[in-house]
């Protein structure tokens, strides 16, 4: 088996398993298919993901069908799925992060400046705008803005009832870095994150759809540049009487391994809190833990949670 094959296959198996039937057939059959693997080879080894290949076929107009049936289509146009992979990346923007996010940022004190690496259209900017619904094994925390319960609400699982945030975080600025921002009032792109949420997770589109309208009638600061190279400019920009937050969510793992080491080195002489929400292999801190699809949450490189992909759930270690 390649090691294409063996991506496919282990992203079926941690990633899409339980969570998206479809996209599992489609990844599994691709990893046996020694022809789709061979036009997906000839791509550049940055545009191989499956869940950027998968959303840009189905951009494309690919049938939501099993493979026997995707399949033939997938061959007939690949011209123009190419195209779309090399035109865009995989940018999901998932709101619900915020929910694993914000008991980190409820502890911190001061108001806060928000600074997102990978930020996407920046709808993980607005923590302090969105509605939470925490649920834990003894009962419920709600939390809304000041100004009343949000049309974007967040459901959230927590371990304990101790680790389920009791306030919103005051912010007072908030911008985001990103190789190529997203717009949310362009509707082509808006038309790519939701092609970028999985079939399957309806629930997930209705809260793009509210999360983009809420955020397109105060869209957010988003610079286009590279994490290593222009990240200080825009620190440098923020409120210094406010308390500098920089943050990221299943970001890094798309960064080459010596400039993402780069990256953590700025971080941990940051003047402020750094908080990272990445898969277990990304950070040295946290490569003891499983590899079983969840992201750790860490706290200035400390380890402290494992989170849902999506934001549905946070167990504190």
Known sequence: ?????????????????????????????????????????????????????FAAARTA????????????????????????????????????????????LARLEGPLALVEVGASAGLCLYPDRYSY???????????????????????CTVDDESAAPTRL?????????????????????VAWLRALVWPEHHDRRERLEAACALVATDPPHLVRGDLLDDLDALLGSAPPDA????????????????????????????DGTWISNEGSLVLESSAGLAHDGRTVLTVDDVPVARADPHGRSLVRL
């Open 133 to 155: 619904r925490y649920r834990t094994l003894d009962g419920s925390v709600t939390l809304d803005p000041v100004t009343g319960p949000s049309p974007v609400v967040i459901e």
């Open 1 to 53: 088996m390649t090691s294409l094959a063996e991506a496919y296959v282990r992203w079926a198996d941690i990633e899409t398993r339980g969570s998206s039937p479809s996209y599992e057939e489609w990844a599994r059959a691709i990893a046996g298919d020694d022809h789709v693997l061979t036009l997906i080879e000839a791509l550049p080894a940055r545009k191989r993901q499956p869940n950027l290949v």
């Open 61 to 104: 107009g690919a049938p939501l069908d099993v493979y026997q049936r995707f399949r033939p289509w997938l061959l007939q146009h690949w011209c123009e799925v190419v195209e779309i992979v090399l035109a865009r990346s995989t940018q999901t923007n998932e709101a619900a992060r915020c929910a694993v996010l914000l008991p980190e």
């Open 169 to 189: 975080p005051d912010v007072v600025w908030r911008a985001g870095i990103d190789l190529n921002p997203l717009d949310v009032r362009d509707p082509e792109d």
């Open 243 to 270: 308390h500098l937050v920089v943050f990221h969510s299943s970001v890094l793992t798309y960064v080459e391994p010596a400039p993402r080491q780069r990256f953590v080195e700025r971080m941990r002489g940051l």
